[in-house]
C-alpha cells in the first residue's frame, strides 16, 4: 500500500525554527524531514534544500554569494557536531542531526512505497551509477529516472538539464560538493522542474562503496569528520584541522557580541 503523501506539509514539518548564524533551520527530526520531503515531492512542489555544517558556515562567512544562495534556499537543515555546538552556546538544541547522508535511505524507502522516481547528479564518473544499482538492490521497486556524474562539462549543462526533466525525476540529488552544488540548484532551479532538489555532498561516494563511512558509534559521538579526515587527510586538512577552529571562533564571537548588546541594552533601556 502507498503511504498517503496528500497531507499538510506545515502540519508535519513543525513549526520550530532555530536561527543559527542568520539562518533559518529547520528544528526537526530525521523522520519528519523526510516525511515532508516525500510529501513535497509528491504534490509536485519545487524546494531547494541545503543541509547546513561548519563547512558551510565558514564558506558562507567569506563567500557572499554562496551566503546568499543558503539564505534563498527553501529548507535549511542543522548538519553535524558543530551546529549542534553552536544550538547550545546560543541557548537552544537541535533535536537531531539531520543530514543528506543519514536522510537518504529513508527518502528511498518512502519514494520506493510511493512510486516516486529519484535522479542523481555529480560524482567521479561510475560513483552515482554504483550508488544506483545499490539504492535499488537495496529497496526492490525504487526507480531511479536520471543518473549523471558531476564531470560534464559546462556547454552541456543545457542538455543534462533538458534530460533531467524528460525523466519526470520527482527527488533529485546533487553531489556536486560545497558550494558548486548549492550554487547548481540555485543558479538552475527554474530548469530543474517541479523537483524537491537536494545537495547533498559526498553521499553517492558512502553509498557506492567508493568511500568507507565512520561507524555507528563515532557518528553517535559526533565524531564523524574525524573519521572522515583519517581517510582523506590531505584533502579535509583545510575544512577540518583549520576550519573547525575557525568555526567555534565564530561561534564564541558571536556569543561574546550577544551578551554585549545585551548589556547595553539592559544599560542604556
Not at 17 to 31: H, I, R, S
Request: glycine share 10%.
Amino acid at each position: 500500500m502507498k503511504p498517503d503523501l496528500s497531507g499538510s506539509l506545515t502540519a508535519c514539518a513543525g513549526d520550530e525554527v532555530l536561527y543559527l548564524f542568520g539562518l533559518p533551520l529547520q528544528n526537526t527530526t530525521l523522520d519528519l524531514a523526510a516525511d515532508v520531503l516525500l510529501r513535497a515531492a509528491a504534490q509536485g512542489q519545487c524546494r531547494n534544500v541545503y543541509f547546513v555544517n561548519a563547512h558551510c558556515v565558514n564558506l558562507a562567512a567569506s563567500n557572499a554569494d554562496f551566503d546568499g544562495t543558503l539564505r534563498a534556499g527553501d529548507l535549511l537543515f542543522a548538519d553535524g557536531i558543530g551546529m549542534r555546538i553552536a544550538a547550545r552556546v546560543a541557548g537552544g538544541r537541535v533535536r537531531d542531526n539531520v543530514n543528506g547522508t543519514d536522510l537518504f535511505p529513508l527518502l528511498c524507502a518512502g519514494a520506493t512505497q510511493a512510486g516516486l522516481a529519484l535522479a542523481f547528479i555529480g560524482g567521479k564518473p561510475g560513483v552515482a551509477q554504483a550508488c544506483a544499482r545499490n539504492v535499488v538492490v537495496a529497496h526492490p521497486g525504487l526507480k531511479v529516472a536520471y543518473v549523471q556524474d558531476g564531470y560534464f562539462p559546462a556547454a552541456q549543462t543545457d542538455a543534462v538539464l533538458q534530460a533531467l526533466r524528460e525523466s519526470q525525476a520527482q527527488l533529485v540529488f546533487v553531489a556536486m560538493g560545497v558550494p558548486r552544488q548549492e550554487q547548481f540548484i540555485h543558479q538552475h532551479g527554474d530548469a530543474l522542474g517541479a523537483t524537491v532538489r537536494l545537495g547533498v555532498g559526498a553521499l553517492f561516494d558512502f553509498y557506492s562503496g567508493a568511500v568507507p563511512r565512520a561507524p555507528r558509534m563515532l557518528r553517535r559521538l559526533g565524531m564523524e569528520w574525524l573519521f572522515r579526515f583519517l581517510i582523506e587527510p590531505r584533502r579535509l586538512f583545510a575544512r577540518y584541522v583549520l576550519g573547525n577552529p575557525q568555526f567555534l571562533a565564530r561561534v564564541l564571537w558571536r556569543r561574546l557580541r550577544r551578551r554585549e548588546a545585551l548589556t547595553h541594552e539592559s544599560l542604556t533601556g
